[in-house]
């Protein structure tokens, strides 16, 4: 982020072909002006407790420090250490990772797929998938965590009851969430359901933006259907293509009230715990303000790190535009 | 959702299409099952939800909307004034600093535009779960724990980044040259800006507006956080109603609590979607 804070604007005249207009001839303080009650904002909701979380997380701070018995006490890298060291941050990140993984390449793919079959529908069934689909994304995250738990429950569940129904004498009364493995299953179709909305809408939209005068001049010119979907479409959607996969990816590696309230309706909290439900853990339950801090540092740079890419490229394009 | 390609549909053999429509209806039934469950359950007496066999149908023999009036009590109202208050409040301020942002960036040529957008970008991605433990110490060290104001600016600040973002590609989309135009004419710029340019800009503002309000709306990680368990917000109370230990989950008062918190979110949403998935397309293509 510092390196784009100093990164400074390409000079105008290059880039611009156009004359020059009015509004760019005179420098003048009001654009600045404009800027501040939002980044004054920014900085103090997400600036400062970043800066205050980086200090923390080189100091012990605990329960004393909190009601003050005791100072804050620079301890250097070792929280870290403690974090790095300690075998249940791996197994917690590398539990995230997975999941996160999983869960974004899942829905992107069924996202795309959706979007792809929006466009070839008749109408009527794609204004009922595209109604459902709504219904899902709008529907409150607590509300729907809430009837996927009772759709799942060990007793007055449907899903149990079709299983039995279907044959599987064992599942009757079966309890998803006690055994971690079923517990991911359960947290995966729940995220999966609830981010493939935003992924296919988003690439439905794209989608519309595929020029078709150029689709019909490949097809004139003999471009297999494979060739126009490989030479045409994917390039235009691919800003968007690749800002959805980049959102999906932060978005399943921070998951935090999903994982929260499942492990509240009888998961076993150790096992199933993900970064942002061990950060919960450790700083607002146990109160271990500096360990948590080195715990969220270590998640912000996953976060950095599998985002790298895109940003990076995203730099080199604002710079050039 | 206007816009088809006739010439790919034709081409399309009948029992291919056939195929893709029953797989269509197929996927909308699994992404509409839960929400049709969630009010099918709420209009279902106790005894009848615990029959080993599922009450399909939410009218009949032994429904009703009994559970409605066990769910709206006192504590009901109190969370929705506390949810309605603290998301107006940082959508209404949330709207007009983007709006400036937005302005600034997509009509002004200032130095360091490109790493403003950038900063937005990379704001997003900051896990809020990553910052919650410092903001819960920097808002309770301030006498702002447990306030409607502290919580108010966790959420501007968590609703800006998207925000800018989209009305940008909003703003960018409307011609500066209608402007000029009106200023030629003898407008002040003000004046050229208010009354051509901004109505253009109203359902992008709309847009915003609403998902501004649904992200608000559905928050609860900063609240569970930085609120006193006393003073919860609607999601607050409504997880709360399923975490009730030593007693048996009254579903149908629980669907009840959910379709009440969903559905108006639900309509409010169908009537802006289209207007919001384009507003996020112009947001990643355009400068």
Request: with cysteine; glycine share 8%; hydrophobic share 55%.
């Amino acid at each position: 982020m510092a390196q784009a804070m100093t990164t400074p604007d390409a000079p105008p005249a290059r880039t611009d072909p156009q004359p020059p207009r009015l509004r760019t001839r005179r420098r003048r303080p009001a654009p600045y002006l404009l800027l501040v009650p939002a980044l004054g904002t920014l900085a103090l909701g997400l600036g400062y407790p970043l800066v205050r979380q980086v200090v923390m997380s080189f100091q012990e701070f605990g329960l004393a420090q909190q009601f003050g018995t005791a100072d804050p006490e620079w301890i250097g890298l070792d929280n870290y250490a403690d974090v790095l060291t300690d075998a249940t941050t791996w197994a917690v990140v590398a539990r995230s990772l997975a999941f996160c993984l999983a869960a974004a390449t899942l829905t992107m793919l069924l996202g795309t797929v959706v979007a792809l079959l929006m466009r070839q529908l008749s109408t009527a069934p794609r204004i009922v998938l595209q109604v459902s689909m709504l219904a899902a994304w709008a529907s409150p995250l607590v509300a729907s965590l809430t009837v996927w738990n009772w759709l799942f429950d060990s007793r007055y569940g449907i899903v149990n009851w079709f299983l039995v129904t279907l044959g599987f004498e064992g599942m009757d009364g079966y309890s998803w969430l006690a055994n971690p493995w079923t517990f991911f299953l359960v947290a995966g179709v729940i995220v999966v359901w609830m981010s493939v909305p935003f992924v296919a809408f988003s690439l439905y939209a794209a989608l519309t933006q595929v020029p078709e005068e150029t689709i019909e001049a490949a097809q004139l010119d003999g471009a297999t259907r494979t060739q126009r979907f490989r030479f045409i479409v994917v390039p235009t959607i691919r800003p968007v293509l690749s800002i959805v996969m980049l959102l999906q990816i932060v978005w399943d590696l921070r998951l935090f009230a999903q994982i929260k309230y499942l492990q509240n309706a009888g998961g076993t909290v150790s096992e199933t715990n993900l970064l942002g439900t061990y950060l919960y853990q450790l700083g607002v339950a146990q109160s271990e303000y500096g360990v948590a801090s080195a715990v969220a540092m270590l998640m912000l740079l996953l976060t950095l790190g599998l985002t790298f890419g895109y940003v990076r490229s995203l730099l080199r394009e604002e710079r050039t535009a | 959702m206007t816009v088809t390609t006739p010439l790919a549909r034709n081409r399309r053999p009948r029992a291919g299409r056939t195929a893709l429509n029953v797989l269509a209806l197929l996927l909308a039934a699994v992404w509409a099952f839960p929400v049709y469950w969630m009010v099918n359950g709420s209009f279902q007496s106790l005894s009848r939800l615990r029959s080993p066999e599922p009450a399909w149908l939410p009218f009949g023999e032994g429904t009703s909307a009994d559970a409605y009036g066990r769910v709206v009590d006192a504590s009901f109202w109190d969370s929705m004034q506390l949810s309605l208050v603290v998301t107006l409040l940082a959508v209404g301020c949330g709207l007009v600093f983007a709006f400036l942002a937005a302005l600034a960036i997509s009509r002004f040529r200032i130095r360091g535009k490109g790493a403003f957008v950038v900063v937005i970008l990379v704001v997003q991605m900051i896990p809020a779960e990553a910052l919650f433990i410092s903001q819960y110490k920097m808002l309770s060290g301030w006498g702002l724990f447990n306030t409607i104001a502290g919580l108010t600016v966790l959420y501007l600040a968590m609703i800006l980044p998207f925000t800018i973002w989209m009305l940008r590609g909003f703003v960018a989309g409307v011609p500066a040259d209608l402007e000029e135009a009106a200023m030629v004419d003898g407008c002040s710029r003000f004046r050229a800006f208010f009354t051509i340019t901004f109505p253009l800009l109203a359902p992008g503002l709309v847009a915003c507006g609403v998902y501004g309000f649904l992200q608000c709306w559905n928050e609860i990680t900063l609240a569970t956080v930085v609120m006193d368990p006393s003073n919860r917000t609607v999601p607050l109370w409504l997880q709360g109603m399923t975490t009730v230990s030593n007693k048996a989950i009254d579903w149908p008062a629980v669907m009840a609590g959910a379709t009440l918190v969903a559905v108006p979110v639900i309509a409010l949403f169908m009537l802006v979607q289209n207007r919001m998935a384009s507003g996020m397309v112009s947001g990643a293509v355009k400068g």
